[in-house]
């Protein structure tokens, strides 16, 4: 789940991690009022949505930039009203672009230094690791590939947390000065208490500022969240904003089925997070393109089945789809029954391919043969790749 820049800021300030004052708007008359509360001429408008690049975004009606610098609150609402109700573009989130609905209006401040912080999971070590660079502002996989040596990585003990060597360490190693450092000390430590209590998968502050004032400062936060976990944390899926949300995403939350819609036209339905990336790497392999990952998980019933071929069959670019089932928790002759009612409750409008496999495996397939439904039964996941890159093809 992703939050906004202006929900983040609330987070930030729930866990005491500085950052600039600002105030969320929704029409241009709010946004005056907010930069009139913040009583400085110094102030930043920003678009909000779910995507990166703002600042370079083009907007629909022809204004250039996500971001602002302005003087004035009789400013901050002009810009507010050339951004809302706009559809922005930028490069991560495709032409289509997104409508901005809500502006950030706070106090810009005046930078000295830019710096990288962000904390996520490190799988291979099963640890919160800590990545900093000082070169902050700029994409951290740029820096990456041109200059790994200013990058940071200091893992932290799940048991022990973040000690307070570490950040007097972290803060040395950015080159942070020693009259800047307590301040730097306590932001490191309240990032990583808002990481752990709130049960993020990624916390990532890009930049964190130095200001010509000498503070530290949280400028702009991304948040990543644990799913698993946000059934403890109501006030957070409270942020969600299904209008972000790609519609089909947001169908399949509904049914629990982990879906991610993608730009190609042969639809996978599959169970297993495994076995559905071989089978749309396999799928690329024969020459197609998949529409989607769709992982209907072990124990899937048939109404999540059904569910699931709605939402596929609800994608206009769909030109067929690939069902790809290994039964082992869940027997094949089950799957098959699903897939049967499913077919006939929605009506299916595109070539259907079918590959079982596994438990009760001969039963399913039996069933599928005498159902006397309109698909084709594949052998293997080679077969059911060439059979299904054909259908879309031909249709």
Do not use: W
């Amino acid at each position: 789940m992703n939050i906004h820049e202006y929900q983040a800021k609330e987070l930030l300030d729930k866990f005491g991690v500085a950052n600039t004052p600002g105030g969320v708007a929704s029409t241009p008359e709010e946004a005056e009022k907010v930069a009139r509360s913040l009583a400085t001429n110094n102030l930043v408008v920003k678009a909000q949505i779910h995507a990166g690049g703002r600042g370079k975004g083009t907007f629909s009606n022809g204004f250039q930039g996500g971001v602002h610098l302005c003087k004035t609150a009789n400013q901050a609402r002009d810009i507010a009203e050339k951004m809302l109700g706009q559809t922005l573009v930028t490069h991560q989130t495709g032409p289509q672009g997104r409508i901005v609905r809500k502006v950030l209006v706070s106090k810009s401040v005046e930078i000295e230094r830019e710096l990288y912080f962000a904390i996520l999971i490190d799988r291979t070590i099963s640890a919160p690791v800590i990545v900093a660079s000082t070169q902050g502002g700029v994409d951290i996989e740029s820096v990456a590939a041109h200059n790994p040596e200013k990058i940071v990585r200091m893992p932290v003990d799940p048991l022990l947390g973040l000690l307070p060597y570490q950040t007097r360490k972290l803060a040395k190693l950015l080159g942070i000065a020693s009259n800047e450092m307590r301040m730097a000390c306590k932001l490191f430590a309240s990032l990583y208490k808002l990481f752990l209590r709130c049960d993020c998968s990624m916390v990532e502050v890009n930049p964190l500022v130095i200001t010509k004032g000498g503070e530290v400062l949280a400028l702009d936060a991304k948040f990543n969240f644990d799913d698993n976990a946000l059934y403890r944390h109501p006030e957070i899926v409270a942020y969600r904003d299904i209008e972000e949300e790609d519609p089909r995403e947001f169908e399949a939350s509904k049914s629990n089925l982990s879906y991610i819609g993608l730009d190609g036209n042969i639809a996978c339905l599959v169970n297993g997070a495994g076995l559905a990336m071989a089978t749309m790497d396999i799928i690329k392999h024969n020459g197609g393109e998949p529409a989607n990952f769709l992982d209907v998980g072990g124990g899937a019933t048939e109404q999540q089945v059904t569910e699931a071929f709605k939402i596929l069959v609800s994608d206009q670019r769909v030109k067929a789809i690939l069902v790809n089932i290994f039964g082992g928790i869940m027997k094949c002759d089950i799957i098959a029954q699903g897939i049967i009612n499913a077919v006939k409750a929605v009506n299916l409008p595109v070539p259907l391919v079918v590959r079982l496999e596994g438990t009760n495996v001969e039963a399913g397939r039996r069933m599928l043969a005498e159902s006397g439904l309109p698909l084709e039964a594949a052998t293997d996941i080679a077969d059911a790749a060439r059979k299904v890159v054909a259908a879309a093809k031909a249709a």
